[in-house]
């Protein structure tokens, strides 16, 4: 049974910082790719960013490109979403996933097969 558990979340001024983290078990962390998305009230959940299981590979959304950076610790099982330069508009409720096999494409959304309960982060103008 794969578990994904998100912490990190909180509240923060715009133009400001916080590292979500997104703790994961159950399987071979290291072979499975995983992502980050978002959902704002009354919005469509968001494809923020991906990273392929070895870390080489990564996505992201034009509209966190250049401010969030996505990794992951292997060893830790654990991946990592650094939100830089925040915006009001990136408040929302941040989930981590995970593609259901390990050979599964990071790119596709319909992919992701196990999801973290959320983790909130408000940013105030």
């Known amino acids: 049974q794969v578990q994904l558990v998100e912490s990190g979340g909180g509240l923060v001024q715009a133009g400001g910082s916080l590292r979500l983290s997104c703790a994961a078990s159950?399987?071979?962390?290291?072979?499975?790719?995983m992502g980050w998305f978002r959902q704002a009230p009354g919005k469509e959940r968001e494809f923020l960013a991906a990273i392929s299981g070895s870390g080489g590979s990564t996505y992201y959304a034009d509209s966190v490109k250049g401010r969030f950076t996505i990794s992951r610790d292997n060893a830790m099982n654990t991946m990592y979403l650094q939100m830089n330069s925040l915006k009001p508009e990136d408040t929302a409720i941040y989930y981590c996933?995970?593609?259901?096999?390990?050979?599964?494409?990071?790119?596709?959304?319909?992919?992701?097969?196990?999801w973290g309960q959320g983790t909130q982060v408000t940013v105030s103008s």
């Open positions: 159950g399987r071979t962390f290291s072979a499975f790719g």
């Open positions: 996933a995970a593609v259901k096999f390990y050979y599964s494409s990071i790119y596709l959304r319909n992919d992701y097969a196990y």
